[in-house]
Protein backbone atom coordinates (compact mmCIF):
# COMPACT_ATOMS: atom_id res chain seq x y z
CA UNK A 1 0.00 0.00 0.00
CA UNK A 2 2.73 2.00 0.72
CA UNK A 3 4.03 1.99 -2.83
CA UNK A 4 0.85 2.41 -4.43
CA UNK A 5 0.61 5.64 -2.25
CA UNK A 6 4.14 6.79 -3.76
CA UNK A 7 3.05 5.80 -7.04
CA UNK A 8 -0.53 8.11 -6.59
CA UNK A 9 1.00 10.49 -5.21
CA UNK A 10 2.86 11.24 -8.08
CA UNK A 11 0.19 11.83 -9.88
CA UNK A 12 -0.33 14.92 -7.54
CA UNK A 13 -2.67 12.64 -5.53
CA UNK A 14 -2.93 12.02 -1.53
CA UNK A 15 -0.93 9.05 -1.01
CA UNK A 16 -3.98 7.84 0.86
CA UNK A 17 -6.22 7.57 -2.00
CA UNK A 18 -3.20 5.24 -3.82
CA UNK A 19 -3.18 3.14 -0.34
CA UNK A 20 -7.07 2.78 0.14
CA UNK A 21 -7.33 1.43 -3.46
CA UNK A 22 -4.81 -1.03 -2.81
CA UNK A 23 -7.00 -2.40 0.44
CA UNK A 24 -9.71 -2.45 -1.68
CA UNK A 25 -8.62 -4.49 -4.17
CA UNK A 26 -6.85 -6.54 -1.57
CA UNK A 27 -10.05 -7.50 0.33
CA UNK A 28 -11.67 -7.72 -3.17
CA UNK A 29 -8.76 -10.72 -4.24
CA UNK A 30 -9.72 -12.18 -0.71
CA UNK A 31 -6.19 -11.52 0.51
CA UNK A 32 -7.07 -11.03 3.63
CA UNK A 33 -8.68 -13.88 5.03
CA UNK A 34 -6.05 -14.96 7.72
CA UNK A 35 -6.98 -11.12 9.13
CA UNK A 36 -9.84 -11.67 11.90
CA UNK A 37 -11.86 -8.69 12.72
CA UNK A 38 -10.45 -8.24 16.38
CA UNK A 39 -6.93 -7.35 14.09
CA UNK A 40 -8.57 -5.85 11.89
CA UNK A 41 -9.96 -3.20 14.20
CA UNK A 42 -6.84 -2.56 16.05
CA UNK A 43 -4.68 -1.92 12.60
CA UNK A 44 -7.62 1.07 12.08
CA UNK A 45 -7.12 1.98 15.68
CA UNK A 46 -3.26 2.13 15.51
CA UNK A 47 -3.49 4.01 11.94
CA UNK A 48 -5.49 6.47 13.56
CA UNK A 49 -3.36 7.16 16.44
CA UNK A 50 -0.41 7.63 14.25
CA UNK A 51 -2.40 10.18 12.16
CA UNK A 52 -3.68 12.36 15.23
CA UNK A 53 -0.36 11.92 16.92
CA UNK A 54 1.63 13.24 13.51
CA UNK A 55 -0.85 16.34 13.54
CA UNK A 56 -0.31 16.63 17.43
CA UNK A 57 3.27 16.77 17.24
CA UNK A 58 4.06 19.71 14.77
CA UNK A 59 1.37 22.20 17.07
CA UNK A 60 2.14 25.62 17.71
CA UNK A 61 -0.03 25.95 21.46
CA UNK A 62 0.73 29.39 21.54
CA UNK A 63 -1.10 30.24 18.60
CA UNK A 64 -3.67 27.69 18.88
CA UNK A 65 -5.47 29.58 22.46
CA UNK A 66 -4.93 33.09 20.60
CA UNK A 67 -6.90 31.84 17.81
CA UNK A 68 -9.05 29.57 19.52
CA UNK A 69 -12.26 30.62 18.17
CA UNK A 70 -11.28 30.39 14.18
CA UNK A 71 -9.77 26.64 15.39
CA UNK A 72 -13.02 25.59 16.50
CA UNK A 73 -15.11 27.50 13.69
CA UNK A 74 -11.94 25.40 11.33
CA UNK A 75 -13.32 22.11 12.99
CA UNK A 76 -17.18 21.71 13.53
CA UNK A 77 -18.77 23.95 10.55
CA UNK A 78 -17.06 21.95 7.72
CA UNK A 79 -17.90 18.64 9.57
CA UNK A 80 -21.39 19.69 10.41
CA UNK A 81 -22.37 20.99 6.67
CA UNK A 82 -20.24 17.83 5.24
CA UNK A 83 -22.38 15.29 7.92
CA UNK A 84 -25.75 17.19 6.39
CA UNK A 85 -25.07 17.34 3.17
CA UNK A 86 -24.54 13.57 2.85
CA UNK A 87 -27.42 12.99 5.57
CA UNK A 88 -29.98 15.06 3.12
CA UNK A 89 -28.34 13.57 -0.12
CA UNK A 90 -28.83 9.73 0.87
CA UNK A 91 -32.15 10.54 2.05
CA UNK A 92 -33.76 12.34 -0.86
CA UNK A 93 -31.97 9.46 -3.18
CA UNK A 94 -34.08 7.15 -0.73
CA UNK A 95 -30.54 5.27 -0.35
CA UNK A 96 -31.00 5.75 3.45
CA UNK A 97 -33.22 7.18 6.42
CA UNK A 98 -32.19 10.46 7.53
CA UNK A 99 -30.99 9.26 10.95
CA UNK A 100 -28.92 6.46 8.99
CA UNK A 101 -27.78 9.26 6.78
CA UNK A 102 -26.61 10.80 9.63
CA UNK A 103 -24.51 8.10 10.56
CA UNK A 104 -22.93 7.71 7.32
CA UNK A 105 -22.05 11.27 7.49
CA UNK A 106 -20.67 11.11 10.53
CA UNK A 107 -18.32 8.49 9.47
CA UNK A 108 -16.97 10.14 6.18
CA UNK A 109 -16.70 13.29 8.31
CA UNK A 110 -14.28 11.36 10.67
CA UNK A 111 -11.81 10.02 7.71
CA UNK A 112 -11.69 13.71 6.30
CA UNK A 113 -8.29 14.55 8.57
CA UNK A 114 -6.88 11.29 7.33
CA UNK A 115 -7.03 13.22 3.91
CA UNK A 116 -5.55 16.61 5.12
CA UNK A 117 -3.69 15.80 7.74
CA UNK A 118 -0.65 14.51 5.78
CA UNK A 119 -1.12 17.31 3.29
CA UNK A 120 -0.85 19.87 6.01
CA UNK A 121 1.91 17.84 7.18
CA UNK A 122 4.01 18.60 4.06
CA UNK A 123 2.89 22.27 3.92
CA UNK A 124 4.23 22.58 7.56
CA UNK A 125 7.26 21.04 6.47
CA UNK A 126 7.62 23.08 3.27
CA UNK A 127 7.14 26.69 5.95
CA UNK A 128 4.32 26.94 4.25
CA UNK A 129 1.83 29.52 6.27
CA UNK A 130 3.92 29.06 9.25
CA UNK A 131 4.67 32.57 10.19
CA UNK A 132 0.56 33.14 11.02
CA UNK A 133 0.25 29.65 12.53
CA UNK A 134 -1.94 28.48 9.46
CA UNK A 135 -0.65 24.54 9.89
CA UNK A 136 -1.16 24.42 13.54
CA UNK A 137 -4.76 25.55 13.25
CA UNK A 138 -5.65 23.55 10.83
CA UNK A 139 -3.91 20.34 12.47
CA UNK A 140 -5.68 20.96 15.88
CA UNK A 141 -9.17 21.60 13.84
CA UNK A 142 -8.95 18.47 12.07
CA UNK A 143 -8.58 16.70 15.42
CA UNK A 144 -11.24 18.51 16.72
CA UNK A 145 -13.49 17.91 13.65
CA UNK A 146 -12.81 13.95 14.32
CA UNK A 147 -13.35 14.30 18.23
CA UNK A 148 -17.03 15.88 17.35
CA UNK A 149 -17.49 13.42 14.27
CA UNK A 150 -16.98 10.46 16.84
CA UNK A 151 -19.37 12.31 19.35
CA UNK A 152 -22.00 12.78 16.86
CA UNK A 153 -22.06 9.16 15.65
CA UNK A 154 -22.03 8.25 19.74
CA UNK A 155 -24.90 10.06 19.97
CA UNK A 156 -27.06 9.60 17.06
CA UNK A 157 -26.58 5.79 17.08
CA UNK A 158 -27.63 5.75 20.57
CA UNK A 159 -30.84 7.27 19.81
CA UNK A 160 -31.24 5.13 16.25
CA UNK A 161 -31.02 2.14 19.29
CA UNK A 162 -32.57 3.63 22.20
CA UNK A 163 -35.62 1.45 22.16
CA UNK A 164 -33.88 -1.67 22.13
CA UNK A 165 -35.47 -3.12 19.16
CA UNK A 166 -33.64 -4.17 15.98
CA UNK A 167 -33.37 -1.70 13.44
CA UNK A 168 -35.57 -3.71 11.03
CA UNK A 169 -38.09 -3.44 13.42
CA UNK A 170 -40.91 -1.86 11.84
CA UNK A 171 -41.89 1.85 12.67
CA UNK A 172 -38.38 2.15 14.75
CA UNK A 173 -36.64 5.01 11.91
CA UNK A 174 -40.56 6.78 11.41
CA UNK A 175 -40.50 7.21 15.27
CA UNK A 176 -37.67 9.29 14.90
Known amino acids: SNLAGQGVAR ?3 PPLAGMLVTGFVMRQASCTQGITTLLNSKVRDVALAVIMARAG ?15 LALSTVPMIVETTTIALLSWATGTLPLPWGLLLGFIIADVSPAVTVPL ?31 VGYGTVFSL ?9 APGLLGAL
Do not use: H
Not at 58 to 63: F, I, Q, V, W, Y
Not at 123 to 134: H, L, N, P, T, V
Not at 160 to 168: D, K, V
Open 11 to 13: LGL
Open 57 to 71: LGLDLKRLWSECGIT
Open 120 to 150: LMEFEQGGYGADKGIPSILLAASGLNSVAAI
Open 160 to 168: IFASGLPAW
